[in-house]
Every structure is written in structure tokens, then in C-alpha cells.
């Protein structure tokens, strides 16, 4: 079995995702999307908007400034997105729809899902034909929505029935400007070549999306490959050995690693990786905690849930991601009102440099001050890199 180091693991992971490739130095546009999607195969989508909405962030990490307008439109009826639950819920190119099907025919209904068919036999046909007639439809535009339980996660019949029908592949969605879902039918928002394309057996389209999700990653475990797609992981192991087997994947032993990994054979080893980016949350390069630990060092919890008096680094903090290593993290947040990009705390890990972190930071944070609208930035004293960075700025 072919040995890697961590070193070769972290670069061919790094290159796989897109971060060998120099970002573009004139004008973004699809094209460049399209390079992006190809790498990294989605985007996930959150609600927290304390930053910016997490799924624009994989962009400006691997493209630098671009429009979000420009993203907006690639990603509604455009032809070529469509959103599902592919790591959680994401925003897909719309060739995997038919690697999704399985998924959409074998969901149970939930509780509340019950409870609705239960109380209102004809609601959720009712919904399909209101949005089949009117759409494209948010729950506010249904004629008979019903009334939210509760300020959050209390959700009115309307928004039941549109999340069972989404989730039923029955309807589809793509974002306003507001990020609230627009329904539609799906054949008003994914092409017919792929909307009719033949649909795979659930092995078939296992075998699809773990070979996606090993190029997506370069190099990694059974888990990691599975838990891209939100994999059944015994599943996903059983369908891996028969790939092994057929030669499309190699196994191959990564340093420090318990676990087989499995290397996809479109992997290249770059010399380098020459880069500066500030990382989502929800980026592929972090998003499994494990794996980032693994591969970096570098442990990494969000803390969004966790009560502040409780929280080690703050709300909502970036990886920074400098050459190959992650080598700071950061505590943004876009007040909108004044202007202003806060640096709430800032925190470099064992072995960096703060002077040479900080340097290679900066820019990236001004960059971002600009593309986010806002006029200048404010750093905190908060951190063991923020006297450094405080010192740029």
C-alpha cells in the first residue's frame, strides 16, 4: 500500500479543492464559478448572516472579489444550480440531480409531516397545485399558509407541506435576495436533459457520488468521503471496496492516520500551495471536524450555540488558511451600520508566526472590508494575534 505524508495529504487535498489554482485577476464571472462547483461540488447553505451568508464566503476564498449578484443569478433558474440536501442543505450543479433520487423516494414523513396529513388530507396537494398554477411561491405567498407555532423553529402548515414537497424532490427551490426559499416545479428550474436523465439504483449512484467526493477531496478516509453526500457510512464502505476493486479508487496509507484513505486517481501532488484565504465555517476544506484536525492539527469547534461567557474563540470564527496550513483563526463581524469589518479576536495556532500571520492576514481582511461594502476595520485586543495585526491596521 502507497504511503503519504501528512504534508502530501494536506497538498493534494488543498489542490483538490481548488487552492493550487492562482485566483483571477480581472473580472469574475461564470466561468469561473463553474471552476469552482467543479471543485468543490457545492455550496452549503446557513442562515447566519453575521459575516456574510456562508455560502457566498467558498468564492471569495478561492476567486477573491466577485459580484454576489453575479453568484445570485448562477444559482437561481439559471439552468445550471439547484438547491437539495446534498451536505446538508446545499446549493448542487444540476447533473447530480438524478444522484439525489434515491433519497428523495425513500424519506419517511417526519412527526410533523404526519401530523399535518393527518389533520388536512388535501393540504399538500392543495400546495403542489397552488405553486404548479402561481409559482414561483415563498410560504408567505400561499393562500392558506397557516400560523407559525413558534418564533423559530415553529412552522405553520404551509411551510410543513413545502418542506415534505422539496424534500419529496416534488418541488425544488432557489434563494431570494433575502435568502428566503422561492418554490417552484422542478421543470421550471432544472433542464430536461437532466431532469428525464435515466435514474441510477441507489448502489449506482453511491458509486457516483463517492467517486465525486474522493475527487472533491483528493485523498481521504471511508468517513470523509461519505460524509460529503451525507453517505450511509457502512453503506458507503461496502460500495467503496467494490470501487477499490474496480481500480477507480487507490488505498493508500496517510501518516498519522488510522483509517485507510482512498486517493482518486485525477489527484495531483502540487509542489506548493501559495495562498491566503479566510475559510467558512461551512467550507469543505473544515466543515468535518475530524478531517481538519487530521490534516492540519487543527481543532476546530463553531461556537455559534455555545453561551458566550462559555465561548474559547467567539461567534463566528474563520480559519485562515495560509500555503498549506491553517494557521490563525478569527472572530469577524460586518456592522453593517457604521461600516466597519470587527476583528472581534483574533488567534494564531502553536508554531506561527504572529508577525508573519499577521502580514499575510491583513490584506486578506482588507480585501474582504472592500468586497463586503463596508469602509474600514476595527481589531480587538482579544487574542494572541491581535497585537500584531493591530500594529497593520
Not at 155 to 183: E, M, V
Request: hydrophobic residues 40%; aromatic residues 10%; contains cysteine.
Amino acid at each position: 500500500m502507497r504511503q503519504l505524508s501528512i504534508s502530501q495529504a494536506r497538498r493534494i487535498a488543498l489542490g483538490a479543492q481548488g487552492f493550487s489554482t492562482p485566483r483571477p485577476s480581472g473580472r469574475v464571472d461564470r466561468r469561473h464559478f463553474r471552476r469552482v462547483i467543479d471543485h468543490i461540488g457545492l455550496l452549503q447553505l446557513d442562515s447566519v448572516n453575521v459575516l456574510q451568508r456562508s455560502h457566498y464566503l467558498p468564492m471569495w476564498s478561492r476567486l477573491g472579489p466577485y459580484s454576489t449578484t453575479a453568484l445570485d443569478q448562477f444559482t437561481a433558474r439559471s439552468g445550471e444550480m439547484f438547491e437539495y440536501w446534498g451536505h446538508e442543505a446545499s446549493l448542487l450543479p444540476v447533473g447530480v440531480h438524478r444522484l439525489f433520487r434515491w433519497r428523495m423516494e425513500e424519506l419517511e414523513p417526519w412527526r410533523r409531516v404526519k401530523d399535518m396529513i393527518g389533520g388536512h388530507p388535501d393540504y399538500v396537494p392543495s400546495v403542489l397545485a397552488e405553486i404548479s398554477e402561481r409559482g414561483p411561491l415563498t410560504v408567505s405567498d400561499l393562500s392558506d399558509p397557516g400560523s407559525r407555532t413558534g418564533p423559530w423553529w415553529g412552522h405553520g402548515k404551509g411551510k410543513t407541506a413545502l418542506d415534505w414537497l422539496f424534500a419529496k424532490g416534488q418541488i425544488t427551490a432557489y434563494r431570494n435576495g433575502n435568502f428566503g426559499r422561492l418554490y417552484d416545479l422542478p421543470e421550471n428550474v432544472i433542464g430536461a436533459e437532466h431532469l428525464n436523465s435515466p435514474t441510477p439504483t441507489k448502489q449506482e449512484a453511491f458509486r457516483e457520488l463517492l467517486l465525486l467526493s474522493a475527487r472533491h477531496h483528493g485523498v481521504g478516509t471511508a468517513t470523509d468521503l461519505a460524509d460529503y453526500y451525507r453517505l450511509h457510512k457502512p453503506t458507503a464502505r461496502k460500495v467503496l471496496a467494490e470501487i477499490v476493486a474496480a481500480g477507480e479508487l487507490e488505498e493508500v496509507a496517510v501518516e498519522g492516520w488510522s483509517h485507510p484513505a482512498y486517493l482518486h486517481p485525477e489527484a495531483k501532488l502540487p509542489r506548493a500551495i501559495k495562498t491566503a484565504a479566510l475559510l467558512s465555517p461551512f467550507d469543505p476544506v473544515v466543515w468535518e471536524r475530524d478531517r481538519a484536525e487530521r490534516l492540519f492539527g487543527f481543532r476546530y469547534r463553531i461556537e455559534i450555540y455555545v453561551p458566550e461567557p462559555a465561548r474559547v474563540y467567539g461567534y463566528y470564527v474563520l480559519p485562515f488558511l495560509m500555503n498549506d496550513a491553517l494557521a490563525a483563526r478569527v472572530d469577524l463581524k460586518s456592522d453593517r451600520k457604521n461600516g466597519v469589518l470587527l476583528v472581534k479576536g483574533s488567534f494564531h495556532e502553536s508554531g506561527a508566526d504572529p508577525a508573519e500571520v499577521a502580514a499575510r492576514l491583513e490584506p486578506e481582511l482588507r480585501g474582504m472590508c472592500a468586497w463586503l461594502g463596508l469602509g474600514d476595520i476595527e481589531v480587538a485586543a482579544n487574542g494572541d494575534l491581535a497585537p500584531a495585526l493591530r500594529s497593520l491596521t
